[in-house]
Every structure is written in structure tokens, then in C-alpha cells.
């Protein structure tokens, strides 16, 4: 079972920058952030993977977000920038211990998730 620690959240004005990390506690075939804001459903930032390194985001964060890891610590880190008042919410790092058909977004593809940390972005 591969534990997730993630850490970096905050509070920060419109237009400002915050960097998420994640440890995972052993290999993972793929990891994502995923977010979830008040009222809404889960949804999926983006995802990185272990043995490769191929990203894919969310569109409502293309440009803005870059996903990306250091595979010697297994550490993932999420770096937000130009950040917008509906970036608010709980981040979670998930990881994707071995290949499954689910899509990257789907949060049925992860089985271990992180406790969560709140990104909140004021106007």
C-alpha cells in the first residue's frame, strides 16, 4: 500500500503562484492531483507517469499548471501559477499503483490517496 504525503498549500491573491509536493511512499505506476471545491465533484488536474514522465491536464488548467517529479525521491510536485479564485480547493495527491483502462481523470483509476491540502485563491 503506497502512502502519500502531500504538502504546500495555501493562500495566496489571484495571479500568484503556490507549489504543491507529494511523497509516495514507493513506486507507483502513475500519480495525479486531483481537486475538490466546495459543492462539487471530484475532479482531476493532472497526471504524471513514473517510467515515462508523459503529463496530461486538465483543460481548465493548461498553460497554468505544470505536473512534474523527482523519480529518485518519489516525490510529484504540482506548480500553479496564475492562479484564479475558482482554483480554490481541497488538492489530493493520488497514485495509480500498476495500469488499469480507467482514464487519467477518473478517480476510480487510483487506489491511494493523500489526506489533502487547501489551495485558496482570493479575488
Known amino acids: 500500500q503506497v502512502q502519500l504525503v502531500e504538502s504546500g498549500g495555501g493562500s495566496v491573491q489571484a495571479g500568484g503562484s503556490l507549489r504543491l509536493s507529494c511523497v509516495a511512499s514507493?513506486?507507483?505506476?502513475?500519480t495525479a492531483w486531483f481537486r475538490q471545491a466546495a459543492g462539487k465533484e471530484r475532479e482531476g488536474v493532472a497526471t504524471?507517469?513514473?517510467?515515462?514522465?508523459?503529463?496530461y491536464y486538465a483543460d481548465s488548467v493548461k498553460g497554468r499548471f505544470t505536473i512534474s517529479q523527482d523519480t529518485a525521491k518519489n516525490t510529484m510536485y504540482l506548480q500553479m501559477n496564475s492562479l484564479k479564485p475558482e482554483d480554490t480547493a481541497m488538492y489530493f495527491c493520488?497514485?495509480?499503483?500498476?495500469?488499469?483502462?480507467?482514464?487519467?481523470?477518473?478517480?476510480?483509476?487510483?487506489?491511494?490517496w493523500g489526506q489533502g491540502t487547501q489551495v485558496t485563491v482570493s479575488a
Open positions: 493520488a497514485a495509480r499503483p500498476r495500469y488499469t483502462s480507467d482514464h487519467w481523470s477518473s478517480s476510480r483509476a487510483y487506489s491511494n
Open positions: 514507493g513506486y507507483t505506476y502513475s
Open positions: 504524471i507517469y513514473f517510467d515515462t514522465g508523459i503529463t
